[in-house]
């Protein structure tokens, strides 16, 4: 049972308690608190963790969090007399959590760390039931002066219950007036240690890296080993043995009349990286008008496949396609194919990947076989980065190899693990592991408490799903599960470097990047879900809804702490919703989270939306931390969400939402609010009451920040602002703004704008757009950026008098869009020499002129260039040794432009991806002509 993960986040979230500032000033809970983190780190070393402990731990977590809730509604009841109301209004809640942590700290010093699980000792069992005994006369202690006798116990059976039952939310007494707790309590307060027995002291530290890290520029370069989704080139897939096997998938597709080709085998063998292939490759790009991709889970059926592909429909019309279905796995699923796709009799194909295929189904599947030894070898000396160590490393090549057994996915998961370990190390690493599936095993065994639990919380997603890495890094740290100190100002860091060692480990694999190669959505390795799922429902980490119709039912032994919902048909969630009416509530009072992969239909209701939600957000659930509704459609919120006193992220995004309630404000603890892609016009005023607010994801809406306001908000995205709107009295506090968007019609104060943005020093993203009252483009008036040093992606929009110079450009750009600037002069001249900048969007209206020249040397690092609707270009040229960087080129509706220079068609560094739309016919014969045979040309009609 995995109960050290358990311990590190009730650690923590002792930690976050001990730093309260309400806590700080009373010692004497401040002193028990730090017992408790002593009498934790001791449970930490045992080697023999069971049950009764993983049930100790959550009990201190509730305690704690119970206790936190009181202050956060203290905190609103008493303001700015916080500290002298904490003092007397929580001497009776202190006393009461001190016998709690007293009992605790007995069983965990009597459990027998070597007993033999089944037979506890008769000591700890006493104490287990002392608790308990503890847990029923809960509400009576309120009453109770007695705290001299703390160490004396009533022997009761414990109850087998879940822990949602000790001390319901709705049972936490009132808290007694100050004058009443002040007469009863000045009295009472214990004198410390007076009856405890001495006790080996224990101290507990953190240990990390401050290593300044980048939010938006990831630091770590990312292979292309470790990107999933349409990133393999060919070369890097034959790394992998796959050469053969995709000239013959190629050629089956290209030449053969028989629709369906199935990939089957394993596991882990490859059967998707194969697809993603045969899928990127150039030959099947050329043959093919129309391609799409549909990743399933094993809960999809035939008719939500159609669905998807109903979508697509009209695109695939009358031209030949390529459809590719990842991860089928049911065999009706097989048998209802035949159906889902129309026959354009015109050589369309379709691509499915799956385990197995009934004998009797007429297909003839493309089975894959592990690799050999020698290739087995080749991937995993590349994976690992030891080509230069093989002598070192030969010794142990038997032993590597016997374990992945020719799995390419058990070879990268070793490669992962023993390159992130001295090679001294390695035999202890490896350990016991014989077998293919022992690698799992060794490779969670390896990681570090922290990077475990937030590997378990990976399995909470469903399998194969493309996760947005800012809302995985955001879910992290409202969890609790990224350690840090209350000193540390961007605790977005330290999840982006747990990111990065999971990533570095092949655990985690990029499926997509942003424009400037950092990681923009991911997924946990297909194999290691399984692996990860019974660990974490074990210790109830979270329980999965998936086709259950009551809450009840996804109850594990330890109450239900966080809900995951993946109802993913039709039928299941309008089943679900006209029927929660008739059921009997559940009431998980200890509930923390609250995720939902509930994608129901457009046209649902947002009254039946709302049901479930209702349910979930009552008093009774007041201990919640994450409400994570992403791409639920149509959701509504009620008006009490203030009853969430402790929550910390509500995602909202892509929910078309409409509005959020004023009680919001009342959210203190809140740290993520993201309402992007949803129809919420306006917030209310009470959201500046937000002080713990980090990030504030908008859309675009109008918001002025009361001049008394503080705030520690390091991401401002879709503001708006106007003349009616102060920047110096209340955003001018922002100063620690990593990510600013602003869209703004101001004609007086721009200047004043500008003024703020130039002090924003750790600003690493930024996008500007300037408009008039009517939301037309209107005029940016720019001032030197070079005091953004860590800015690295700038997007302007609005007509710009003239380009900065290039001494006025923040040198560390890697990402600059222009839109509507209106240019008359050639801007290469200035953007060529920017040293960092590898992706460069020119779009529409961004330039004037007819003729742009890139000159010898340019553009050193430049990566990606787009040119949009430049509807004056003519002539492009490109000098010699200028762009030898350039592997994308996407030209769109430049219709006077008349061809694209020899040198990026041709390079000796060749073009990898040229995408032309709305182009005419003229200019893309001739490009067809011209271009290096290396380069993969796509065509797209105008929209």
């Not at 020698?374 to 991937?379: G, L, M, N, P």
């Not at 990976?458 to 799903?465: A, E, M, N, Q, V």
Request: proline share 4%; net charge positive.
């Amino acid at each position: 049972m995995e109960v050290k993960p358990v311990v590190a986040v009730v650690t923590q979230k002792l930690a976050d308690t001990l730093d309260e500032e309400s806590v700080a000033d009373n010692k004497v809970i401040i002193l028990q608190l730090k017992g408790v983190r002593n009498s934790l780190t001791k449970l930490n070393s045992f080697s023999d963790q069971r049950e009764s402990h993983l049930r100790v731990l959550y009990q201190i977590e509730d305690e704690i969090e119970k206790f936190t809730f009181q202050v956060a509604g203290q905190r609103k009841r008493f303001g700015f007399l916080m500290k002298q109301a904490f003092f007397f209004n929580n001497l009776n809640s202190c006393r009461r959590l001190k016998r709690k942590i007293k009992k605790i700290q007995t069983i965990i010093s009597t459990s027998p760390q070597d007993a033999n699980p089944t037979t506890p000792s008769s000591h700890n069992t006493l104490s287990l039931k002392s608790l308990s005994d503890h847990n029923e006369d809960e509400q009576d202690d309120e009453h109770d002066d007695e705290d001299e006798h703390d160490d004396e116990y009533n022997f009761n059976e414990l109850p087998q219950r879940s822990s949602s039952a000790v001390w319901p939310i709705a049972e936490i007494p009132d808290t007694p007036s100050p004058k009443r707790a002040l007469a009863r309590s000045l009295s009472t307060i214990p004198h410390q240690q007076e009856h405890m027995q001495p006790r080996k002291k224990l101290t507990f530290s953190y240990s990390y890296k401050e290593d300044e890290m980048n939010i938006v520029g990831f630091n770590i370069q990312y292979p292309k080993h470790q990107l999933s989704c349409f990133s393999y080139q060919e070369e890097e897939a034959g790394v992998f043995g796959l050469n053969d096997d995709i000239k013959s998938l190629v050629r089956r597709l290209t030449h053969q009349t028989k629709m369906f080709i199935p990939i089957v085998s394993e596991e882990g063998s490859g059967k998707t990286t194969l697809a993603r292939a045969v899928y990127k490759n150039r030959k099947t790009k050329d043959h093919f008008e129309f391609q799409s991709w549909i990743s399933v889970t094993e809960e999809y059926t035939a008719d939500r496949i159609k669905s998807n592909v109903l979508k697509s429909m009209d695109k695939m019309k009358g031209k030949r396609y390529l459809i590719v279905v990842d991860g089928v796995g049911s065999y009706s699923v097989l048998q209802d194919l035949n159906d889902a796709f129309p026959d354009e009799k015109n050589g369309s194909k379709v691509i499915f990947t799956s385990r197995s295929i009934p004998e009797k189904m007429e297909f003839n599947p493309h089975l894959m076989n592990n690799l050999n030894n020698e290739e087995s070898w080749k991937i995993f000396l590349s994976k690992a980065g030891k080509e230069n160590k093989v002598d070192r490393i030969t010794r142990f090549k038997h032993k590597i190899l016997t374990i992945c057994n020719g799995s390419p996915q058990n070879i990268v998961l070793m490669a992962g693990l023993l390159s992130n370990n001295r090679i001294r190390r390695w035999p202890a690493v490896i350990g016991d592991a014989q077998c293919p599936d022992d690698v799992l095993r060794i490779c969670y065994n390896d990681l570090k408490i922290h990077l475990k639990l937030c590997l378990l919380y990976l399995s909470i997603f469903p399998k194969d799903y493309d996760i947005p890495v800012r809302r995985l890094l955001r879910l992290w740290l409202a969890e609790g599960f990224v350690k840090r100190k209350h000193k540390d100002r961007f605790p977005e860091d330290l999840a982006q470097k747990c990111f990065e060692k999971l990533v570095g480990r092949n655990i985690i694999q990029i499926t997509k990047l942003r424009s400037d190669n950092s990681p923009r959505r991911c997924r946990l390795v297909s194999v290691f879900h399984g692996f990860l799922l019974p660990k974490a429902e074990d210790i109830s980490l979270f329980n999965i809804q998936r086709k259950s119709e009551n809450l009840e039912d996804v109850a594990g032994p330890f109450g239900v702490r966080r809900i995951v919902q993946h109802i993913s048909t039709t039928r299941a969630v309008a089943r679900q919703q006209t029927q929660v009416q008739d059921q009997v509530p559940v009431k998980p009072s200890l509930l923390r989270s609250y995720l939902s992969f509930n994608f129901q239909p457009k046209d649902m209701s947002e009254k039946q939306v709302g049901m479930v939600l209702g349910r979930i957000i009552r008093s009774d659930f007041a201990l919640l931390r994450v409400l994570d509704l992403e791409g639920v459609c149509k959701t509504s919120l009620p008006d009490k969400l203030g009853h969430l006193r402790l929550l910390r992220y509500l995602g909202l995004r892509w929910t078309f939402l409409e509005s959020l309630p004023e009680s919001v404000g009342d959210l203190s603890y809140l740290e993520t609010l993201d309402v992007k892609h949803t129809r919420v016009d306006s917030l209310p005023d009470s959201v500046w009451k937000l002080k713990r607010l980090r990030h504030l994801n908008l859309n675009n809406i109008r918001l002025s920040m009361p001049p008394k306001s503080s705030s520690s908000l390091v991401t401002l995205w879709g503001l708006v602002l106007d003349e009616k709107i102060s920047v110096t009295q209340g955003l001018g506090k922002l100063e620690e703004l990593r990510e600013l968007g602003v869209k703004f019609s101001l004609d007086k104060s721009q200047s004043v704008l500008l003024d703020w943005i130039v002090k924003l020093v750790k600003l690493q993203s930024l996008r500007l757009t300037s408009v008039n009252g009517m939301g037309q483009p209107s005029d940016l008036v720019l001032k030197p950026l070079t005091s953004l040093s860590k800015l690295s992606h700038l997007n302007l929009y609005g007509w710009l008098q003239k380009l900065p110079a290039l001494n006025e450009f923040p040198p560390t750009v890697k990402v600059l869009t222009l839109s509507l600037s209106k240019l008359e002069k050639d801007p290469m001249e200035t953007l060529e020499q920017l040293p960092c900048l590898i992706v460069l969007r020119l779009l529409g209206g961004s330039f004037k002129g007819s003729r742009m020249v890139c000159h010898r040397g340019g553009f050193k690092k430049l990566g990606v260039l787009k040119l949009w609707k430049l509807e004056n270009l003519e002539e492009w040229d490109v000098e010699e040794e200028a762009m030898e960087m350039l592997k994308e080129v996407e030209i769109r509706n430049c219709h006077k432009l008349s061809s694209i220079p020899c040198r990026i068609l041709q390079k000796q560094k060749c073009l990898e991806e040229l995408i032309l739309t709305g182009m005419s016919d003229e200019f893309v014969a001739g490009i067809k002509k011209r271009k290096s045979k290396y380069t993969s040309l796509t065509i797209k009609q105008s929209t």
